[in-house]
């Protein structure tokens, strides 16, 4: 059975950091892409980056291009994504996904397993 489980969230001040971590257990990633997403309260679920199945290729989102890098390490099964400049509008539940297939999407509904998320909330 796919499983995916992130964490990492917490409550961090404008400015600050925060790594999250998205583990898989029931299957191998090195064949899958991965992407990540964030929902905020009454808002639709959408794309923040994506890495391809083999890590040589990342795609983000413009309002977190230049402060999120997404990274995967393959030999622990496991994707990162580094948020650094964290901003009070960055507040939301994060989830991943992962999807068979070298090339990665910012559409939820190119992916097939998900995690339950992890919440991050950027507040003084």
């Known amino acids: 059975q796919l499983q995916l489980v992130e964490s990492g969230g917490g409550l961090v001040q404008p400015g600050g950091s925060l790594r999250l971590s998205c583990a898989a257990s029931?299957?191998?990633?090195?064949?899958?892409?991965i992407g990540w997403f964030q929902q905020a309260p009454g808002k639709e679920r959408k794309g923040v980056s994506c890495?391809?199945?083999?890590?040589?290729?990342?795609n983000y989102g413009d309002s977190v291009s230049g402060r999120f890098t997404m990274s995967r390490d393959n030999a622990k099964n496991t994707v990162y994504l580094q948020m650094n400049s964290l901003k009070p509008e960055d507040t939301a539940v994060y989830y991943c996904?992962?999807?068979?297939?070298?090339?990665?999407?910012?559409?939820?509904?190119?992916?097939?397993?998900w995690g339950q998320g992890t919440q991050v909330t950027v507040s003084s």
């Open positions: 996904a992962a999807k068979e297939g070298y090339v990665c999407y910012e559409a939820p509904h190119k992916y097939d397993s």
């Open positions: 890495i391809s199945s083999s890590g040589g290729r990342t």
């Open positions: 029931g299957f191998t990633l090195d064949y899958y892409s």
